[in-house]
């Protein structure tokens, strides 16, 4: 069974920082593009930070330079580290592994609920 739990998440003044984690079970998450996405009330979910299997990131621009995304393959997880928080950074936040090719699949963790408020 594939298990993706997301941690971290909570309130945070803005300007603040959060470090979410995901820890993956049942996969192998170095074969896996890990993934950061976010629901907001009222919005479509949306693509926050993805790293590539070989440790290639790529943001949104709403938090390019202010969110790091990162893998631990010995740990078989994966992180966001979010600093400079707003307001407008409000939303659940889902881990996604996604593998391509003969073996593909795609996860989903079950979310984390990020405020930013004061």
């Known amino acids: 069974q594939v298990q993706l739990v997301e941690s971290g998440g909570g309130l945070v003044q803005p300007g603040g920082s959060l470090r979410l984690s995901c820890a993956a079970s049942g996969i192998i998450v170095r074969a896996y593009a890990m993934g950061w996405y976010r629901h907001a009330p009222g919005e479509h979910r949306e693509l926050v930070a993805r790293?590539?299997?070989?440790?290639?990131?790529s943001y949104n621009p709403s938090v390019y330079g202010r969110f790091t995304i990162s893998r631990d393959n010995d740990k078989n997880m994966g992180s966001l580290q979010m600093n400079r928080l707003k307001p407008e950074d409000t939303a659940v936040y889902y881990c996604n592994g996604n593998r391509e090719g003969p073996q593909a699949a795609n996860y989903w963790g079950q979310g984390t609920q990020v405020t930013v408020s004061s």
């Open positions: 790293i590539t299997s070989t440790g290639s990131p």
